[in-house]
């Protein structure tokens, strides 16, 4: 049955089963998606709506398939905020289904140790460190002091080694953006890719215009894990978007 017209309802009124019907049809249920969705609602129609907690994102029946409405092509996935911790872990939020790829955001990031290394592990679903060697390579620039290099080779062994120099200082925090495309088991490698701008523990102020990390395996990707060379995480945080597959 299809949603009916608008009704004024005034005291005393009955809710027949016809009209608890358009009631029902009209809402907006919450799933986490599309297969519960249906599993659920036997009897939607046209018009029939729920929200797909998965996806981020409300979608509508239009008789034949499920369309989604409204929310972005961007999805928050997973955050965590440090409080003097060994590490921030996120597992189990890629879905190679729903994105293309994900953004990291790091928020003021603050070391308890000095002069120390950023590094990161790739997790799977079980969930677990992947192990194996981290390729990457580097081009960068300096902008307090004159000089360019592009650095090559540099591999890790069961880490991602990503930022170097970490100093502990208010000013030496970290700020800054990542991109992130897994494999899905089957196909494409796990790349973690970023430039940024850092102040060393030696108070110069570089600039890295490219920053790659890549792991060849054949594991399905499905987390996380970043931590301090040394020492815990004082403070800051980090954000974890899904790009949407169109």
């Known amino acids: 049955m299809a949603a009916g017209n608008w009704v004024d309802w005034n ?43 998965t996806a981020d994102v409300l979608k509508i029946w239009d008789g034949s398939a499920w369309v989604a409405v409204g929310g972005g092509s961007i999805a928050l996935l997973a955050s965590g905020t440090a409080s003097n911790s060994a590490d921030l872990t996120f597992d189990n939020f890629a879905d190679k289904d729903t994105y293309t790829g994900y953004k990291i955001y790091f928020d003021f990031l603050k070391p308890a140790s000095d002069n120390v290394e950023l590094r990161g592990t790739f997790r799977n679903g079980t969930p677990a460190d992947i192990t194996g060697t981290v390729v990457g390579s580097s081009a960068y620039a300096f902008m307090s002091t004159v000089g360019s290099a592009l650095t090559t ?30 494999p899905d088991g089957t ?3 796990a790349t ?20 790659t990390r890549a792991l060849d395996t054949q594991t399905e990707v499905k987390g996380l894990k970043f931590y301090f060379s040394s020492g815990n995480i004082t403070s800051g945080s980090i954000y974890i978007f899904g790009v949407k597959k169109a």
């Not at 016809?18 to 297969?35: G, K, M, R, V």
């Open 187 to 189: 196909n494409g490698i």
């Open 11 to 53: 005291t005393g009124d009955l809710v027949t089963a016809a009209a608890f019907q358009d009631i029902q049809d009209s809402i907006s249920f919450i799933y986490s998606s599309e297969s519960a969705a249906n599993a659920a609602l036997t009897n939607k129609v046209e018009g029939t709506q729920f929200y797909d907690t």
């Open 153 to 182: 080779n540099q591999s890790t062994t069961n880490y991602i080694g990503m930022m170097p120099g970490v100093g502990n200082q208010v000013s030496e925090t970290l700020s800054f953006k990542a991109d992130l495309f897994l």
């Open 192 to 211: 973690i890719s970023l430039p940024y701008i850092i102040k060393e523990h030696t108070g110069n102020i570089n600039a890295y215009y490219h920053f």
